[in-house]
């Protein structure tokens, strides 16, 4: 009898069954047949392809069947009134990957039972889920010879506390893992609110209202601004993201997340809660950090998500608009302008106007005295504006103010041997250099002039008229570069 259930044991056989969802597919292998008391191995396979998110596998076991935790590939696992569940806040990337759990009964079992279950997963906003067909099992009662030979029987009723115990643990322990960044990149949230801890559901007669108003202030950075969005809500709970589209050229930083888990990438500043905040009234906020980008107006769009009854909706957060200016021109501007305005020497006591009319005289002195320059043919002197361009060009920029300087001024005060094209813009004079038809090519030669000239930055044109860099990159259809 023995020998037949040993030989029986090791010829097992494993139910596989797959079902397909477009490019998602779900199996399962679990053993067709085992003894009571035995521990065997189930494994749940998904085949996935430009799915990420939130996702779940879930299955019911039957009464007396207990689960343990083997390989959860990053999900966070949890076995609670006869349901194993396997929650992900980002599923891996992997297009392959499978989990697995130990399953064991208590040693009274015996019968023909099944295992069904299913994965749910978001795509495009919305919850679909995979149905996993019943696999079969059967249990059989352990030969009590062969019993009190080789086991020692252990008190059900302290295997199965021992093992929920070593469950909990194990969930705790998953729940007090903080979350990755890249994780939360592809979190889609959109789906019911459920950790191992905590089982979150809308009531049905209770509907969520939010309210959201977004502020931009200026930072004594020139080049950064804080931004806070305050948040008004009432029945608010469960999963809840917060998504700021944010104006290329810019870099956002987290200030404040509210306990949430804050991302940037691809322009968009996201910030993910598992659990919204509680309060009525909450703000978060972030740093707005300027990198290379024109003197312009500004816009920043959002959107809070949120369940509703399981359902995802979204607060549309009503755009807002900033000025940014690129202060660049003006410590140029300080060098150039160096002889003193009419009102200066008006004002100036009569010491400070002899001092001023000496600086005065000496630079019109050195301006004069530029023979031997313009004799170098190596030098070029500044021209005016050329004909307008046609199409998209990028210049370099390597001065501005609202006087005109010496043909040589770049060349003796920067040793700049290129060509230097003046401009009227906007009550400047505006000195520049170079002309190309891609930006990759401007910011190249951008960064050979900074050797020179280290506030030099590309302007763009079209048809001759002075657009953003910005503007030119979507005309043009070219890409930034940093």
Same mark, same amino acid.
Not at 121 to 147: G, H, Q, W, Y
Not at 455 to 467: D, E, L, P, S, W
């Given at each position: 009898?023995?020998? %037949?259930?040993?030989?029986?044991?090791?010829?097992?056989?494993?139910?596989?069954?797959?079902?397909?969802?477009?490019?998602?597919?779900?199996?399962?292998?679990?053993?067709?047949?085992?003894?009571?008391?035995?521990? *065997?191995?189930?494994?749940?396979?998904?085949?996935?392809?430009?799915?990420?998110?939130?996702?779940?596998?879930?299955?019911?076991?039957?009464?007396?069947?207990?689960?343990?935790?083997?390989?959860?590939?990053?999900?966070?696992?949890?076995?609670?009134?006869?349901?194993?569940?396997?929650?992900?806040?980002?599923?891996?990337?992997?297009?392959?990957?499978? *989990?697995?759990?130990?399953?064991?009964?208590?040693?009274? @079992?015996?019968?023909?039972?099944?295992?069904?279950?299913?994965?749910?997963?978001?795509?495009?906003?919305?919850?679909?889920?995979?149905? $996993?067909?019943?696999?079969?099992? &059967?249990?059989?009662?352990?030969?009590?010879?062969?019993?009190?030979?080789?086991?020692?029987?252990?008190?059900?009723?302290?295997? $199965?506390?021992? &093992?929920?115990?070593? *469950?909990?643990?194990?969930?705790?322990?998953?729940?007090?893992?903080?979350?990755?960044?890249?994780?939360?990149?592809? *979190?889609?949230?959109?789906?019911?609110?459920?950790?191992?801890?905590?089982?979150?559901?809308?009531?049905?007669?209770?509907?969520?209202? $939010?309210?959201?108003?977004? =502020?931009?202030?200026?930072?004594?950075?020139? =080049?950064? %601004?804080?931004?806070?969005?305050?948040?008004?809500?009432?029945?608010?709970?469960?999963?809840?993201?917060?998504?700021?589209?944010?104006?290329?050229?810019?870099? +956002?930083?987290?200030?404040?997340?509210?306990?949430?888990?804050?991302?940037?990438?691809?322009?968009?500043?996201?910030?993910?809660?598992?659990?919204?905040?509680?309060?009525?009234?909450?703000?978060?906020?972030?740093?707005?950090?300027?990198?290379?980008?024109?003197?312009?107006?500004?816009?920043? =769009?959002?959107?809070?998500?949120?369940?509703?009854?399981?359902?995802?909706?979204?607060?549309? @957060?009503?755009?807002?608009?900033?000025?940014?200016?690129?202060?660049?021109?003006?410590?140029?501007?300080?060098?150039?302008?160096?002889?003193?305005?009419?009102?200066?020497?008006?004002?100036?006591?009569?010491?400070?106007?002899?001092?001023?009319?000496?600086?005065?005289?000496?630079?019109? &002195? =050195?301006?004069?005295?530029?023979?031997?320059?313009?004799?170098?043919?190596?030098?070029?002197?500044?021209?005016?504006?050329?004909?307008?361009?046609?199409?998209?060009? %990028?210049?370099?920029?390597?001065?501005?103010?609202?006087?005109?300087?010496?043909?040589?001024?770049? +060349?003796?005060?920067?040793?700049?041997?290129?060509?230097?094209? &003046?401009?009227?813009?906007?009550?400047?004079?505006?000195?520049?250099?170079?002309?190309?038809?891609?930006?990759?090519?401007?910011?190249?030669?951008?960064?050979?002039?900074?050797?020179?000239?280290?506030?030099?930055?590309?302007?763009?044109?079209?048809?001759?008229?002075?657009?953003?860099?910005?503007?030119?990159?979507?005309?043009?259809?070219?890409?930034?570069?940093?």
């Amino acid at each position: 009898m023995i020998k %037949y259930l040993i030989l029986f044991i090791h010829l097992i056989g494993f139910s596989f069954y797959q079902l397909i969802f477009g490019d998602v597919s779900v199996s399962q292998n679990v053993p067709s047949s085992f003894k009571a008391g035995e521990e *065997v191995v189930v494994e749940v396979v998904i085949k996935k392809e430009g799915v990420g998110g939130f996702a779940k596998v879930q299955q019911t076991l039957p009464e007396g069947f207990i689960a343990e935790i083997i390989e959860a590939k990053g999900a966070t696992f949890s076995f609670k009134d006869n349901i194993v569940k396997f929650i992900w806040m980002a599923l891996p990337s992997e297009n392959e990957f499978k *989990v697995s759990y130990k399953l064991k009964t208590i040693e009274s @079992i015996e019968g023909d039972f099944s295992i069904a279950g299913k994965f749910s997963f978001i795509d495009e906003n919305e919850r679909k889920n995979i149905e $996993i067909p019943s696999s079969s099992i &059967t249990i059989s009662k352990v030969d009590l010879v062969a019993e009190e030979k080789n086991v020692e029987e252990e008190p059900i009723a302290e295997v $199965i506390e021992e &093992t929920i115990s070593e *469950v909990v643990e194990e969930s705790n322990a998953e729940l007090n893992k903080e979350p990755v960044e890249k994780v939360v990149d592809e *979190v889609v949230t959109e789906d019911v609110a459920e950790t191992a801890a905590i089982e979150e559901t809308v009531a049905e007669n209770n509907s969520v209202e $939010i309210n959201c108003f977004r =502020n931009i202030d200026k930072d004594d950075n020139n =080049n950064t %601004y804080n931004v806070t969005v305050k948040i008004s809500q009432s029945k608010l709970e469960g999963f809840a993201k917060i998504v700021e589209t944010i104006p290329a050229g810019f870099t +956002a930083e987290v200030i404040d997340s509210k306990g949430g888990v804050f991302s940037f990438k691809n322009n968009e500043a996201k910030i993910l809660w598992m659990a919204a905040p509680s309060e009525k009234e909450f703000d978060i906020s972030y740093k707005l950090i300027a990198e290379d980008v024109l003197s312009n107006e500004y816009t920043i =769009n959002g959107s809070f998500s949120y369940l509703d009854k399981d359902v995802t909706q979204k607060y549309i @957060i009503n755009s807002t608009d900033f000025s940014f200016t690129k202060l660049v021109e003006e410590p140029i501007a300080d060098v150039i302008e160096e002889n003193p305005t009419a009102k200066a020497l008006e004002e100036s006591a009569e010491v400070k106007e002899e001092s001023q009319l000496v600086e005065q005289v000496e630079e019109v &002195t =050195n301006v004069k005295e530029t023979p031997k320059v313009e004799e170098n043919p190596t030098v070029n002197k500044i021209t005016s504006t050329p004909n307008p361009e046609t199409g998209v060009s %990028y210049k370099i920029q390597v001065g501005a103010g609202h006087q005109k300087v010496s043909s040589n001024y770049f +060349a003796n005060k920067f040793s700049l041997t290129d060509k230097v094209a &003046t401009e009227s813009h906007q009550g400047w004079i505006k000195y520049l250099v170079g002309s190309y038809t891609d930006y990759k090519s401007a910011r190249d030669k951008r960064n050979l002039v900074r050797s020179n000239v280290k506030t030099a930055f590309v302007t763009a044109y079209n048809q001759g008229t002075r657009i953003t860099v910005q503007e030119a990159l979507m005309i043009s259809n070219q890409k930034w570069y940093k």
